[in-house]
C-alpha cells in the first residue's frame, strides 16, 4: 500500500518535473492537425463553392443561350409562317424591321432558295447572286427528313465579315412543298458578353458546342483556334448518360494548383442541341484559400516556434533547477559529513524542545545508546536517565531564558565521574537551538595546570614573579584604602652557583627546593613566598600585630639564620648563605618601582657588607647608589684620559727571597678623593659595560712596564669574568703584547672561578686560545667558592693562588689538612703555589711547612707603584740605568 502510494507519488511527480515538454509534446501535433484541419476544410469549403458557383454560372450560361435561339427559332419560325403565307410579296426586310428581329446578337436572317441562292436577306444585299447552296447549315437542313431546328458550326459571314453561329430551319411554300432554308446568325460574342458577368475569374472558361460537339462559342481559351472545330474533349464522355456533369479537367501538371486545370460544368440543353460548359481554374478556386492557408502556416510557425521556445526555457530552468537541488543535496550530504566529523558533540532542538538532530559523538559525551534515541524525542525524555543535571525543567527555563536575551550563551557541566563537558548554545531563528557539546575535561585539567604554571614556580611550588608583582600589586591596593603597612623582603644565596657547578643542576634544583622550604616555614600563610630568578627569592610581609620595621628585621634575621644551617644534598653536606634586603611601606615607598628599588638597594648592601646578612633599607644608600653612578661617570672619563694607574705587588720565592712576578692591581686616582681602590672601582666599571677598556687599558700598561723589568720576572694582570664576555679579550692580548714587544711567556693572567660559572664552554675555549699563546694562566682567590677543587682540573693551570681568607685561618688544624690536599693535588697537577695576603713571619713558616712555594703580601710588600718596584726588583747598576 504505501509503495504503491510512493510510486505514485513518484510518478506525479515526474510528471510535474517534465509537464512542460509534456504539453509541448501534446500542443506541437495538435497545432500542427489543426494546420491541416483547417486548411483542407477551408480548400474543402473552396472547392465546394467553386462547385456551386460553376453549377450556376453553368445553368445561367445555358439559360441565356436558350433564350437567344429560343428568339432566334421564334423568329425563324414567324418568318416561315409568313413566308408561306405569300412567298411572293414576303419581305425579310421588312418582317425583321418590324419585328425588331435582328438585334443584339441576331446578326441577321437570311432565306436561302431550294437551288442554294440566297433570295433574302435582312442586311439587304445587294451584290450578285450568292450561292449558299454548299453551306452546311443549308445541305444538312435540306437533308433532314423531318421539320428541326438545324445549329450548324459558325461561319465567317461573307456578307457580315462576322463570325457567327447559324442556325437553320425548313422553308416551305404556299402548298407546305419545301422551299429552301431560313437561317439566322448569331454572333459568336453571345458567350463574351454573358462571360463578363459570370465572374469565373483568372483562368475561367465557357464554352458552347452544339450537338457534334462542335465549339460554337468560346470564352477563356483561344476562339481563334478552336472555333468551328469538333472539340469532344472530356465532355463526350461525362455527358454521355446525363444531361449534367461536373468534373476535373487536368491540364497534365498535377498537384499545385494550376490555371490550366480546371473544374468543369457541363450541361447539355434539352431543348437545343446544345452543350455548355463554365471552367474555373484550380488556381482561382484555391486563390483565396491558399492566401489564407498561408496565414495559418505562418501562426503554425509561430506557434511552433512559442512552444518550442517556451520548452527550451523551460529546460534550462529545470535543468538550473536540478543543479540547484543537486547542490542542496550536496551540502545537505557535507553537513551529515560534517556533523560526522565534528570533533564535538552537536544537537538541535526545535521550539518544542524535539530533537532535530545530532551525532555519534553528542550520544558518546552523555553515554547515551543510539538505540534509545530517535530524532523527534523531547528534551526530557533524551535526558531523564543522565545525572548530571536533576531538575530538567528548571535547566530548560534557564536556557531559555538566556536565549532570548542573547543569541549565544554556554555552560558547563559537570558528571559524578568527574568529566566536564562544555556546552555552547546558539539560538536558531526558526526556534529551538543547536549546541555543541565538547569534553574539556581534559583541557581543563591542563588550563589549571598552565594556571599554576603562569604563577607558580615549577621547582619549588613558590609563587612565581608574575603572581609576586599581582601580589605586590593587590597588598599597595589594600594600603592605599586601609592603611595596612606590609614589608618587602629580596633574599640572593650566597654562592649558589659554585654548588650547581660543583654537584650539578639535580643537586642545585634539590638545594633550591630545601631553601624554599626553609623560607615557607619561617613566613606565615599571608605572606608571599616567591622565587623570582634562579637564586633569588622574595617575600611579601602581611601587616602584623606589631610594628613591622622590627617585624620585617626579625624576620630577616631569621631567614638569614634559617638558610645558613647546613643542608644535605644527596649525601653531600653543603653551606651557603643569604643576603636580604628589606624595604617597608609605607616608610620606604608607596609605588612598585620605588618599593623593589629600594630593597634591592639594600639586598646590594648586604652583599657588598659580606654576605650572608641583611639590611634594611636607608636613604643613605639611595644616595651611595647616585653616588656610584656619579662615579661610573668620572670613571669612564678617567679611563678615557688613562688616568688609570697601574701598581706593582711581587710575589716572591719563599726560599730565596726573590720576586718571580709581579701582579699588576688598578689604581684610581681621583681629582678630589686621592688614590680610589679597585674593590670600589671594578664593580662599577663591570656594571658601567666598561670592564673591557679599563682591563685594555690595564693590560697595555702592565706589558709596557713590564719589558722594563728584568727577563726572569714575570707579570700578572688580572682579568674580570665578564671580559670573557666582550670576545674581543684574545685579540686585547695580542694588541698588548704586540705593542709592548713583550715576551707572551712573561704575561700571566689571573682569573677566578667566576669565569666558570657564566657560559662557561665559550670561557673555557678562549682560555684556551689565551693559553695557545703562550701566556700563563692562574687560578685566583682559591678557596672562596665551594667547588674550588673541582675548578683546578677544569683546566689546565699554570698556577694556584691560595686566598687569603684562608692564609688568616693557616693556625687552624683543619685549614692545614685542607691546605695540604690542596698541595698535594697541585703538586700532581704540576702547578706552582702562591699564598696570598701573607702578613706574618709565622704565616710563611706554615706556608712553607706545607710545601708552598711562593708567597704574596703586605709582610713582603705593598702594592706599589711601578717606580718604586723598579727600586724593589732591580740591582744598584741596572737601578741607575733606569733613572
Ligand atoms: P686580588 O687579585 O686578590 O689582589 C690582591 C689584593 O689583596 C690587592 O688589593 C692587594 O693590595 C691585597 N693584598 C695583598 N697582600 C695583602 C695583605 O697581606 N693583607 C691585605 N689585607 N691585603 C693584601 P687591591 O689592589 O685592592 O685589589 C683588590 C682586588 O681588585 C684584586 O684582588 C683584584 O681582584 C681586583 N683588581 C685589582 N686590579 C685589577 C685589574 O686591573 N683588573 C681586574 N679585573 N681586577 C683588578
Ligand atoms: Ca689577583
Ligand atoms: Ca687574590
Known amino acids: 500500500m504505501i509503495h504503491a502510494r510512493r510510486l505514485l507519488r513518484k510518478a506525479v511527480k515526474g510528471i510535474q518535473r517534465n509537464a512542460p515538454l509534456q504539453i509541448a509534446l501534446f500542443f506541437l501535433p495538435l497545432v500542427w492537425i489543426g494546420y491541416f484541419a483547417i486548411t483542407s476544410s477551408e480548400r474543402t469549403e473552396a472547392l465546394q463553392q467553386a462547385r456551386a458557383h460553376g453549377n450556376s454560372v453553368a445553368q445561367l450560361f445555358e439559360e441565356n443561350t436558350e433564350r437567344i435561339f429560343e428568339r432566334v427559332d421564334q423568329s425563324l419560325l414567324v418568318v416561315r409562317a409568313l413566308y408561306a403565307q405569300d412567298p411572293a410579296a414576303f419581305s425579310l426586310k421588312f418582317w425583321a ?23 433574302d436577306t435582312t442586311t439587304g444585299y445587294s451584290g450578285p447572286p450568292l450561292y449558299l447552296g454548299d453551306r452546311e447549315h443549308f445541305a444538312k437542313v435540306m437533308e433532314l427528313a423531318e421539320d428541326r431546328l438545324y445549329v450548324a458550326k459558325p461561319v465567317f459571314g461573307r456578307a457580315s465579315n462576322k463570325w457567327t453561329i447559324q442556325i437553320a430551319r425548313k422553308l416551305f411554300d404556299h402548298g407546305k412543298g419545301p422551299a429552301g432554308v431560313v437561317v439566322g ?28 460537339y462542335i465549339v460554337l462559342a468560346a470564352r477563356g481559351i483561344d476562339q481563334g483556334t478552336v472555333l468551328g472545330q469538333r472539340n469532344p474533349g472530356h465532355v463526350e464522355g461525362a455527358l454521355r448518360d446525363s444531361a449534367y456533369s461536373q468534373y476535373w479537367n487536368w491540364s497534365g501538371s498535377e498537384g499545385r494548383a494550376n490555371r490550366s486545370n480546371r473544374l468543369i460544368t457541363a450541361r447539355r440543353s434539352r431543348v437545343f442541341p446544345l452543350i455548355f460548359t463554365a471552367g474555373i481554374s484550380e488556381q482561382e478556386i484555391y486563390s483565396r484559400s491558399q492566401a489564407r492557408q498561408k496565414i495559418y502556416l505562418g501562426g503554425a510557425l509561430l506557434l511552433t516556434f512559442i ?56 550520544l558518546d559525551a552523555y553515554e547515551l545508546s543510539p538505540d534509545n534515541i530517535r530524532v523527534g524525542m523531547n528534551f526530557r525524555e533524551v535526558f531523564a536517565h543522565q545525572e548530571a543535571v536533576r531538575d530538567l525543567d528548571a535547566y530548560l527555563v534557564d536556557l ?25 548554545y546558539g539560538r536558531r531563528e526558526s526556534g529551538g537551538w543547536v549546541a555543541t ?32 608583582r599581582g601580589s605586590l600589586d593587590e597588598a599597595l591596593d589594600k594600603y592605599l584604602l586601609h592603611h595596612a603597612p606590609f614589608a618587602v623582603l629580596l633574599l640572593d644565596l650566597d654562592k649558589f652557583k659554585s654548588v650547581n657547578d660543583a654537584l650539578g643542576h639535580h643537586c642545585g634544583d634539590a638545594l633550591l627546593k630545601q631553601v624554599a622550604g626553609r ?14 630568578g634562579g637564586d633569588e627569592f622574595a617575600l611579601i610581609v602581611a601587616p602584623g600585630p606589631s610594628a613591622l620595621q622590627d617585624d620585617a628585621a626579625t624576620l630577616a634575621a631569621r631567614l638569614v639564620q634559617a638558610i645558613a644551617e647546613p643542608y644535605e644534598i644527596d649525601g653531600h653536606p653543603v653551606v651557603i648563605g643569604c643576603s636580604i634586603g628589606v624595604a617597608v611601606v609605607p616608610e620606604h615607598g608607596t609605588r612598585v618601582d620605588e618599593i623593589l628599588r629600594n630593597a634591592d638597594l639594600a639586598l646590594y648592601k648586604s652583599k657588598n657588607a659580606g654576605r650572608n646578612g641583611f639590611h634594611l633599607y636607608s636613604p643613605e644608600l639611595k644616595a651611595e647608589a647616585d653616588q656610584r653612578d656619579i662615579l661610573e661617570i668620572e670613571l669612564r672619563e678617567a679611563i678615557w684620559r688613562e688616568e688609570i694607574e697601574v701598581f706593582y705587588q711581587p710575589i716572591f720565592e719563599l726560599s730565596t727571597g726573590r720576586a718571580t712576578s709581579v701582579e699588576a692591581l688598578a689604581r684610581w686616582r681621583h681629582k678630589t678623593r686621592g688614590l680610589i681602590p679597585p674593590a670600589e672601582f671594578i664593580p662599577v666599571a663591570e656594571q658601567g659595560g666598561l670592564i673591557g677598556e679599563l682591563g685594555d687599558l690595564v693590560l697595555a700598561k ?70 695557545r699563546l703562550g701566556v700563563s694562566i692562574a687560578l685566583d682567590d682559591f678557596g672562596v667558592g665551594y667547588s674550588s677543587l673541582s675548578y683546578l682540573t677544569a683546566f689546565p693551570f699554570n698556577k694556584v693562588k691560595i686566598d687569603k681568607s684562608f692564609i688568616d685561618r693557616i693556625g687552624r688544624a683543619e685549614t692545614v689538612a685542607v691546605l695540604g690536599s690542596i698541595v698535594q693535588l697541585a703538586k700532581t697537577l704540576n702547578l706552582s703555589i702562591v699564598a696570598e695576603g701573607v702578613e706574618t713571619s709565622e704565616q710563611v713558616e706554615k706556608i712553607r711547612a706545607l710545601g708552598i712555594a711562593l708567597g704574596q703580601g703586605y709582610l713582603f710588600s705593598k ?6 718596584l723598579l727600586l724593589q726588583v732591580l740591582p744598584e747598576s741596572e737601578r741607575q740605568a733606569v733613572a
Not at 186 to 212: E, H, M, Q
Not at 520 to 529: C, E, M, P
Request: glycine share 6%; charged share 25%; proline share 2%.
Open 702 to 771: 702592565a706589558c709596557r712596564h713590564a719589558v722594563l723589568l728584568p727577563d726572569d720576572i714575570k707579570v700578572a694582570v688580572n682579568l674580570s669574568a665578564l671580559q670573557f664576555a666582550g670576545g674581543t679579550l684574545v685579540d686585547s692580548v695580542m694588541a698588548a703584547l704586540a705593542d709592548s714587544g713583550l715576551a707572551e711567556t712573561r704575561l700571566e693572567l689571573e682569573i677566578t672561578e667566576s669565569v666558570f660559572l657564566a657560559d662557561s664552554q665559550e670561557n673555557l675555549k678562549t682560555l684556551e686560545r689565551l693559553k
Open 97 to 119: 424591321a418590324k419585328a425588331q428581329m435582328a438585334s443584339g446578337d441576331v446578326v441577321q436572317f437570311s432565306l436561302i432558295g431550294s437551288n442554294g441562292y440566297l433570295f
Open 400 to 424: 531559555k531564558d538566556r536565549l532570548a536575551k542573547s543569541e549565544n550563551t554556554s555552560n558547563t557541566v559537570q558528571f559524578p565521574d568527574g568529566r566536564v563537558i562544555h556546552i555552547s
Open 307 to 362: 512552444i518550442l521556445m517556451a520548452t527550451a526555457l523551460h529546460w534550462r530552468r529545470q535543468k538550473a533547477l536540478d543543479a540547484a537541488q543537486r547542490e542542496l543535496r550536496d551540502s545537505l550530504s557535507k553537513f551529515e559529513d560534517a556533523l560526522r566529523n565534528l570533533p564535538q558533540g552537536l544537537s538541535m532542538f526545535d521550539g518544542d524542545d524535539r530533537l532535530i538532530a545530532f551525532n555519534r559523538q553528542w
Open 863 to 868: 702594592p706599589v707603584p711601578f717606580g718604586e
Open 185 to 212: 446568325s448569331i454572333s459568336v460574342d453571345l458567350v463574351g458578353r454573358f462571360y463578363d458577368t459570370a465572374k469565373l475569374g483568372i483562368g475561367g472558361t465557357l464554352v458552347l458546342r452544339n450537338a457534334d
Open 519 to 532: 623560607i615557607k616555614a619561617q613566613a606565615r600563610t599571608v605572606d608571599t613566598a616567591a622565587r623570582i
Open 437 to 468: 557539546h565538547e569534553d574539556i575535561t581534559e583541557r581543563k585539567a591542563s588550563e589549571d595546570r598552565i594556571e599554576r604554571l603562569a604563577h607558580y614556580d615549577s621547582l619549588t611550588g613558590l609563587a612565581n614573579r608574575n603572581l609576586f
